[in-house]
């Protein structure tokens, strides 16, 4: 796939004259969200906004809601749905949101859903060209999913990313460019995965089902190549929106 176009599965393409307007990727931790949402920025053009990167983003520019946030976080509390809003809020006010967007790990709760939804449809009301909200799952199996997680192996000298059960490095445990050892972030254990899905099923599949039942949302299967599966979610979105 190269940077301007994509094929998506029915041999049709789509380039970035294409409008695709706000758009959510859902699915559980390890599916790629964050790697689709680069691939269609480079289609389309448009913003990756990550509630992830807004948030290292303000902490890290000292702004008010940044401020707030470290301070919240400092206490070893989770930082409340109404502070994510106000700076998911503040940067679609920028003017490269005006095409359309990649929400990546935003709306996580059914909360900021529906501050989402009624932001969406204020929006509506004042502009005659605003779109809709469509949302595209990517869904993987879970053995699968963990697979990927345990796997993974990084070099801590280039950030290379491997993974012992579908790309292993020619040397067990070596980083083939370089040389370094090959090390795996704490956070990718069994252990840790399992609670990441718990929480992703209390918190962010009722999400799935609340744009499920609205009727603009559809699933990619995500066990596929990267560029098949942008290709996928390009299609999932043509579709959504005639």
């Not at 049709?12 to 699915?27: F, M, N, S």
């Not at 069994?190 to 209390?202: D, G, I, L, P």
């Not at 990619?220 to 043509?238: C, F, S, W």
């Amino acid at each position: 796939m190269s940077n301007t176009e994509v094929k998506d599965g029915m041999g049709r393409e789509a380039g970035k004259k294409t409008c695709p307007g706000p758009i959510l990727l859902l699915g559980a931790p390890g599916v790629g969200k964050g790697t689709q949402a680069k691939e269609l920025v480079k289609l389309w053009g448009i913003p990756q906004i990550s509630t992830g990167d807004l948030l290292r983003g303000n902490v890290a520019q000292g702004t008010e809601l940044g401020r707030v946030a470290k301070e919240i976080m400092g206490r070893g509390e989770l930082v409340p749905d109404t502070l994510v809003n106000e700076m998911v809020a503040v940067r679609l006010q920028q003017p490269d949101t005006a095409k359309g967007y990649i929400l990546d790990g935003f709306p996580r709760t059914l909360v900021q859903a529906g501050w989402f939804d009624d932001r969406l449809a204020a929006q509506g009301q004042k502009q005659a060209n605003a779109m809709p909200v469509v949302a595209v799952s990517i869904k993987v199996d879970y053995t699968q999913l963990l697979r990927r997680i345990t796997g993974r192996r990084n070099c801590p000298v280039c950030q290379s990313i491997y993974n012992v059960h579908s790309k292993p490095a020619q040397r067990d445990g070596i980083c083939d460019l370089d040389g370094a050892g090959l090390g795996q972030r704490a956070d990718d254990s069994e252990k840790v995965f399992e609670e990441r899905m718990r929480a992703y099923e209390a918190l962010t599949a009722p999400v799935v089902e609340h744009y499920r039942a609205l009727g603009r949302f559809a699933v990619v299967d995500g066990d596929q190549p990267v560029d098949v599966v942008a290709a996928g979610i390009v299609t999932a979105v043509e579709l959504l929106r005639k």
